[in-house]
């Protein structure tokens, strides 16, 4: 027999941060997330999706009384779809379809309730760019926000009915790589052109990079697939949010005569670091993070963002700017691989830019879709 519990008090908090640290405890893989990060999701005031949408957590108990699962439900408005379709995420279960069933059903449930015909996970209750997706290849060490699983977890999911509703595609490289011939006869071409000019992204001028970023950004992808038009404001306050992380050597901007026209956004994976903290981040953390940062070498680093703008667009200007900043961070850095955020298989104009980088897929995600109506046709995401 397994009880549903909502998580309401403190112990029930802590319970649903502790138990994947138990369930994961011998996988060497496992990164455990900094509790800070999944409380923020949960907190009304710090998400913005509590405006539109309602969440709850859950904790499912054998009867011993012993945690055998734990997710998250929800629904928000602001989630279009053909039908009404809610999300869960921040599942969790112990090798046992019929617990996953239980818990599975729990949610159908509860968004039936709320007129929902269909639910996705494992999403978040927020934006894509943070635990969202089942892996179902690559099982290595996440990066920050990516989410982390064990293999039976695909069979829990798609023996219980889910299918995929789109696959999220992770590429990566080694810095160290060979690159493509084709970069560097166009690093060679541009690098005679005096009007054209590469830099790194410095701490000291976030302001002046944050305007850059926000022109690039907004003449390359507004228009391009799901694409949304950035405030500088907005970019300029993440730039300061991320100054502690900032590496001088990996993010690039190109400019001609002064005016930006590419940029390639890089940051270390902080993983890389939070690993050594048991999710923890208070006073000791955070200065136990800082010796880290300095004295561990930090070996992968992660793609944000790549952009051109139009009218430089398919002129070779990428693989001038990849091979100036690749030179510069092979002299600079002691990263030895990059990975790029994932891209949906339903972006192929995206998946096509970063297989032209000379990148790999190294990992696969999953965003799984259950039709509470069986007899209803399954459709997979759109294609851009």
């Known amino acids: 027999m397994i009880i549903a519990e909502e998580v309401q008090n403190e112990s029930q908090k802590k319970e649903f941060l502790e138990f994947p640290a138990r369930l994961y405890q011998h996988d060497k893989n496992y990164i455990r997330p900094r509790n800070i990060d999944i409380e923020d999701v949960f907190n009304p005031e710090k998400n913005k999706f509590f405006k539109n949408g309602e969440c709850v957590q859950f904790l499912f108990k054998n009867k ?17 779809q053909k039908q009404p379709t809610g999300g869960f995420g921040f599942f969790d279960c112990i090798n046992d379809q019929e617990t996953a069933n ?18 996705d996970g494992p999403i978040n209750f927020g934006e894509r760019d943070k635990f969202w997706g089942l892996v179902i290849e690559g099982f290595v060490e996440p990066l920050y926000g990516m989410n982390y699983n064990f293999p039976y977890y695909k069979d829990l999911f798609e023996n219980y009915g889910f299918k995929i509703y789109f696959e999220q595609l992770c590429f990566s490289r080694s810095i160290f790589a060979e690159v493509s011939r084709v970069f560097t006869v166009m690093h060679t071409k541009h690098s005679k052109n005096p009007e ?8 000291d001028k976030l302001g002046k990079f944050a305007k850059d970023f926000t022109e690039i950004y907004n003449r390359a992808w507004a228009a391009h697939g799901e694409g949304k038009c950035m405030e500088e404001s907005k970019v300029l ?19 001609e005569n002064e005016k930006p026209i590419a940029m390639w956004m890089n940051l270390p994976d902080t993983n890389q670091w939070f690993k050594y903290l048991n999710g923890k981040f208070g006073l000791w953390e955070k200065i136990k993070f800082l010796w880290i940062k300095k004295f561990k070498k930090n070996e992968k680093m992660v793609g944000l963002v790549f952009g051109v703008v139009p009218e430089w667009q398919r002129k070779g200007l990428e693989g001038y700017m990849i091979w100036e900043g690749t030179q510069h961070l092979r002299k600079h850095t002691d990263f030895k691989v990059t990975e790029m955020q994932w891209i949906g298989d339903f972006n192929p104009k995206m998946i096509k830019i970063a297989e032209n980088l000379d990148t790999t897929v190294t990992r696969k995600l999953a965003t799984y879709r259950y039709l509470f109506d069986q007899n209803k046709e399954f459709e997979r995401h759109p294609m851009l």
């Open 64 to 80: 011993q009384n012993e945690t055998v699962g734990k997710v998250a439900v929800f629904v928000n408005e602001t989630y279009e």
């Open 196 to 203: 054209i000019s590469a830099r790194p992204m410095t701490k």
């Open 102 to 119: 239980f818990i599975f059903d729990h949610c159908k449930n509860w968004l039936q309730q709320r007129g929902m015909e269909a639910m």
């Open 237 to 255: 306050k993440m730039f300061k949010t991320m100054k502690p992380i900032i590496n001088e050597h990996i993010s690039w901007f190109v400019y």
